[in-house]
């Protein structure tokens, strides 16, 4: 087969093995030189050269933690995230439910932590969608409320915890009715809503998605569905149900078709919907310590058979008794087997929104991974935000702690739990970077790894090339139309050797909140290109 390069001159190109780099090229998918324009036309006379036009390159974004098809739904249906109060959220499903017939209607995104008034009511929904299901998800998705076709459909819906007859739905009641409303969605709905999730990442710059689904999230038809679909974003499939048994695991995996078994393996809920397992009660619901759905022998016998087993675990854990819960079971797992054992298969936690620094550096110490969301910050964050409303100004200001986790040696790996947050790299980047808590935050230069190098090592890519343009490296990159580039410290503690030229740090687009986000041109995953505007 003939061998196929492309030269790409006249650029900025991110690569920390030549900082000043304006020129790549690359082989059959594969990037073979870095450097500046003029030896790369000498070196490859033959090459395809396209043209940048100044243009900045980086490494393709992975996104730790997705659900597709619910993004795709969120895309294709109404979004309710914009919605400011009861009256405006209700307004979009009118207006949606008036023009569109679907079986159900499917949307996400109220956030009533910021309203002056109350989430509707079951009645309210019927008077805006009259006769139709509708399911209306938590932005935590951890909620949700229904209208009265959809509570009528769902069996022993009445006597499942976290029921209730005329507001939102938690806990498993929200498992059963969600369970229901997913039966309704037709395999159209379900695949056009992965095409316009996929193709939506691409358009921001992601070449790869972590999909984290599970019996209560997507469902094994939806997981296997969106796992057999060709499209240029990569999806590795984590599938979160519990195993006791080594043999149990491998046999898991090998009949949902994942890649590993964790993500969304729920320990505990979500703080907008009180159902996080706390240590202390919720500020806002005395006595109220949220949701437990897994206590530490589980946990633990799940580690120790993946770990035997060979595959990848991992838990939601948002709470910090949920956390506490996590660390006992991985403490017990390595006191059995080794640390090194349990090291080698990188298992991880997704958010661990309230782990301490001590509980960070054993966690470390085992090679757990921390996947969280930075954007959870921007949304919730702060003195005054969802945090401190659910826990109090004092344990709110603890949360996401980024910089002292990654302080410990613990892996950070960043996403966006789309469609919780939006699919927003730079965003996220930012979210990162100016944190609400001072010290939290790390410098762009670290938020840029962990959604990049730090992902790819997340999904269990360990060859220190992928999420890099170097020499050897996946052809997996981004073009953007980006202004200024700057080389810059972490806000709350300057390091003058990294804005130093002579410490030959690739620079970066600025950070801060008021700077212009870079626009994606092109999208290029193992050289294939999978967006182009």
Known sequence: MPVSTQLLVDGRIYSPSAPDATAMAVTDGTVVWIGEDRPGRALHPDAEVIELDGAFVTPGFVDTHVH????????????????????????????????????????????????????PSTADLDAAAPGRAVYLSRIDAH???????????????????????????????HHLVRDQARSLLTEAQRAQARSAALDHCAAQGIVAVHECGGPAIGGLTDFRELLALSHGVEVRGYWGEAVTTPEEAADLLARTGAHALGGDLFVDGALGSRTAALVAPYHDCAGHHGNRYLDTAAVAAHVRACTIAGIQAGFHVIGDDAIRTAVAAFESVAAELGGPAVAARGHRLEHLEMVTPEQAALLGSWGVIASMQPVFDALWG????????????????????????????????????????????????????????????????????????????????????????????????????????????????????????????????????DAPAPVCRRSVHRGVTVHEA
């Not at 739904?73 to 400011?84: K, Y």
């Not at 409320?145 to 498993?172: K, M």
Request: negative net charge; glycine residues 10%.
């Open 382 to 513: 702060g003195t005054d935000g969802m945090y401190a409303q659910r826990l109090g100004a004092e344990r709110a200001l603890r949360m996401n702690a980024f910089a002292p986790i990654a302080s410990t040696g613990m892996s950070l790996a960043f996403g966006s739990d789309a469609p919780v947050t939006a699919v927003d790299p730079w965003a996220m980047l930012r979210a990162a970077v100016n944190h609400h808590t001072p010290g939290s935050g790390v410098s762009p230069r670290a938020a840029f790894s962990a959604a990049t190098r730090g992902a790819w090592r997340a999904g269990g890519v360990r060859d220190g090339m992928a999420g890099t343009l170097t020499p050897g490296a996946p052809a997996s990159y981004v073009v953007w139309d980006a202004d200024e580039l700057v080389v810059a410290a972490p806000k709350d503690s300057v390091q003058r050797w990294s804005t130093d030229p002579r410490s030959r740090v690739p620079a970066l687009p600025r950070l801060e909140d």
């Open 68 to 119: 597709v098809t619910a993004l795709g739904l969120q895309l294709t249906g109404p979004d309710l995230s914009g919605a400011r109060n009861r009256n405006e959220c209700l307004e979009l499903l009118r207006r949606f439910a008036s023009e569109h017939d679907d079986a159900v209607v499917w949307g996400q995104g109220w956030d009533d932590s910021t309203w002056p008034d109350t989430a």
């Open 143 to 173: 909620s949700a409320l229904c209208s009265t076709p959809l509570r009528a459909a769902t069996p022993d819906l009445n006597a499942a915890t976290g029921f209730t007859p005329d507001g939102a739905l938690s806990a498993d009641a």
